[in-house]
């Protein structure tokens, strides 16, 4: 079987890159397997070969939805043609690369990753809240969970801030410098609570400090500190998923659709100025429901 134009033409290409720029072979598999789809593409629609491709015809390759349905292979592609007709340009095969008229896909944003309602419970009771810092930590993670804070938010909490007999804390510095009201709940309230008054006049030592949460040296804590201990406490938990602070505010928002809250009312929790913002959550939380639906449901 004969090699054809095209393919001979593709391999000069690959030959090329390998020997300009060291890419490693994958990326140089991925870049020769494009190609050759959009070769056999054209002539499969008698449309000649590689270079005498108009934009026009890249375009509907590239953006049909039975060739490429996901946004992320189709700009893959893009790069690659673009590569391509850049090289066979600077080659003299081609008088010009008229690929500058191409355009990307739209991707999706990425759906936030959460926990279950399982894995929280199991991070909120691995705090030793006995302890000091247990109790310490215990209160940061339920506040958070509770709250659906940022973690910037969640640190700058001041004692004040706090109103233990309408169950709320008054956020003062949310994005963007604006305030809101967050309630509490229950169990949030008794940590916070049992904290303030067992745990922190121990960490303070005497000193003074205007925050809720405090290392044991007195000081505000920090968001890389926080960041370390949430780590540890999931370690002990028996989480084995990527998690930050961030998470607990995702599993707050995902949680609460999936118990029926008012998406308006999840964004006025989580600070969004969009609502837009806040629908990723719908997404994630419908995801969650057809997984569960999948692996319970006997004729799922």
């Known amino acids: 079987m004969s090699v054809s134009r095209d393919e001979l033409l593709i391999d000069a290409f690959v030959q090329a890159l390998w020997l300009e720029e060291g890419l490693a072979q994958n990326t140089l598999a991925a870049y020769r397997s494009d190609l050759l789809l959009l070769s056999g593409w054209l002539a499969e629609q008698h449309r000649s070969h590689l270079l005498q491709a108009q934009p026009a015809w890249l375009q509907q390759w590239l953006s049909d939805p039975a060739l490429a349905p996901r946004a992320s292979t189709v700009n893959r592609r893009l790069a690659s043609i673009r590569k391509f007709f850049g090289w066979a340009a600077r080659e003299k095969h081609l008088q010009d690369d008229l690929t500058h008229q191409l355009h990307t896909a739209k991707s999706s944003p990425p759906l936030p990753h959460s926990l279950s309602q399982e894995q929280v419970e199991a991070l909120l009771n691995a705090p030793a809240e006995h302890t000091t810092q247990g109790a310490r930590d215990r209160a940061m993670l339920e506040t958070l969970y509770a709250t659906g804070l940022r973690v910037s938010e969640l640190i700058a909490i001041e004692l004040h801030h706090c109103d233990f007999d309408a169950g709320i804390i008054h956020v003062q510095h949310g994005k963007g410098g604006k305030a809101r009201l967050v309630p509490l709940g229950e ?19 005497n000193r003074q400090s205007p925050f809720l949460f405090i290392t044991r040296l007195g000081r505000g804590m920090s968001r890389q500190a926080f960041w370390q201990l949430i780590k540890k406490h999931a370690l002990k ?64």
């Open 187 to 205: 169990h949030a309230q008794q940590s916070i609570v049992h904290y303030v008054q067992q745990a922190r006049p121990q960490l303070l030592k």
């Open 237 to 300: 938990a028996g989480i084995d998923a990527p998690i930050s602070p961030h998470t607990l505010r995702h599993a707050f928002a995902t949680h609460l659709l999936e118990h029926g809250a008012d998406l308006r009312a999840v964004q006025l929790l989580l600070g969004h100025a969009d609502i837009s913002t806040t629908q990723i959550y719908t997404h994630v939380a419908q995801h969650r429901l057809k997984a569960i639906h999948q692996d319970h449901h006997p004729r799922a």
